[in-house]
């Protein structure tokens, strides 16, 4: 019988997340109830999969099996980038990253600049559907791109450092606006970013995981 393992994943609290511009205590507060949601079924699916191999053999042609397999990319993804999205936000942001800094350096190189960067992560974040929003690094060629993530899963280069993540799902923000104002949800969150954990997480070798 395979050993199942016994590491299970904590929901982290992100409890310094009061007080932000323009998106509300109660948006933040349900927001982090979905968010355990995706820690709970990280756990649950992988305690399923440790049962499901103890019983039988893995088939891809198992529904059972492939399900759950399936949804392990939603799963995890769902965790991860929400531990990244909270992570990057914090009460009394600046509102921009400090001049000459490494990340400025970086988006001007890549961009042009600041404002033109922002336009197209902005831009980004009005694509149809749900899904996120995120700046990232490849750490083999410190070239930077931004990303659209369908759902939680699909569209992110394996192994990119995730810098800075934006969610844009209708539950990020419909407690504050309209769906059809999802841009003013956007220009609130850039009234929020945590310019220096971006930063941190430019400086590090590898992709940081907030949380574990
Ligand atoms: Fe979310």
Known sequence: MAKATSKTYSVQSFDHLTGLEGISDAQIAEHRELYAGYVKQVNALNEALAEHRSRS??????????????????????MVLHEYYFSNLRRAGDPRPAPHS?????????WGGLDQWRTEFQAIGGMRGVGWVVLAEDPVTDRLTNHWITLHQDGFPASFKPLLVMDVWEHAFMRDYKAT?????????????DWQAVERRLSEAGAMRPAA
């Not at 490494?102 to 890549?110: I, W």
């Not at 104002?181 to 970013?193: I, M």
């Open 181 to 193: 104002e999802r841009a003013k949800y956007v220009e609130a969150f850039f009234r929020n970013v």
């Open 57 to 78: 053999k893995p088939s891809g042609t198992d529904p059972e099996f492939a399900e759950l397999t399936r949804r392990l990319g939603f799963e995890y993804n769902g």
């Open 102 to 110: 490494a990340l400025v350096q970086a988006v001007e190189k890549f």
